[in-house]
């Protein structure tokens, strides 16, 4: 009876083709929004990260052929996970921008004071901030983002297979210039509100030059809490389509970092 014999080289080879996506899409699923919340399970991140790894493998170029439990496998592995955790991070950014402009909306709105638990990121947000954060979930959801992601991820194997050399300085600066990209997202969501409510303010402040027997802070909180609820709501339809526009930005800028690296 013949024995079925396996070679080394054989078997390190299927081993290497599902390990290195394993860990890219492992790291991503970390550190990307949506996937990476603290209310979704550690193994259930680890079993939807193999099946897709299990899915992708088949279509994906030839392995390097690195032992992985040699020390240039650990690199390689370590070059993945970080490849992962920065295109993660990139649309991680994306509803940071969008948390941030709630902040400012609320700090303008007088509702700084009205925090709720993020269940994302375990920590106290404004309540404006987590209006936006869900609009954006919904929003990222209702125009497939989570299937452009995985699209995005079969197209990364292609740019930039796995391969010993280190991640380029390049990619890093081109996270950092898509930074200062959010910021300015950030102030544009805002920028609506923020501007109304500062101009309420000054007429507020006018108001209680002209009349200082007007109790200002009685008269001036229901107005500009009122004030920033209309406008929230005469900018919702707008912010969708830049949230889309954003997105499509987004998904621009994790290709260009895997070109640039």
Request: proline share 7%.
């Amino acid at each position: 009876m013949a024995l079925l014999t396996i070679e080394h080289a054989e078997l390190m080879r299927w081993i290497t083709a599902v390990m290195w996506p394993f860990v890219r899409i492992g790291a991503l699923l970390l550190a990307a929004p949506l996937f990476g919340a603290r209310t979704v399970p550690v193994r259930v991140r680890v079993a939807l990260a193999l099946v897709l790894a299990l899915v992708v493998a088949p279509v994906l170029p030839p392995p390097v052929p690195v032992d992985p439990l040699s020390l240039a496998g650990a690199l390689v592995a370590v070059r993945e996970a970080l490849i992962g955790a920065v295109l993660g991070f990139l649309l991680q950014m994306v509803f940071g921008a969008m948390a941030m402009g709630g902040e400012i909306v609320a700090l303008s709105m007088g509702l700084a004071f009205a925090s709720v638990v993020d269940p994302e990121r375990g920590a106290s947000v404004p309540l404006v901030g987590q209006y936006f954060v869900i609009f954006s979930t919904l929003v990222f959801l209702a125009f497939d983002g989570h299937l452009a992601l995985v699209t995005l991820l079969v197209e990364s194997f292609v740019l930039m297979p796995p391969e010993t050399e280190p991640f380029g300085a390049a990619g890093f600066w081109e996270v950092a210039a898509w930074g200062s990209e959010m910021f300015e997202a950030a102030v544009l969501v805002a920028l609506p509100a923020a501007a109304s409510l500062l101009v309420a303010s000054v007429s507020m402040g006018m108001i209680a030059r002209s009349a200082p027997q007007l109790n200002v802070f009685a008269v001036g909180f229901p107005l500009t809490l009122t004030l920033g609820l209309v406008v929230l709501a005469l900018t919702l339809p707008g912010l969708a389509s830049q949230l889309e526009a954003v997105l499509e930005s987004v998904f621009v800028a994790m290709r260009n970092v895997l070109g640039a690296a």
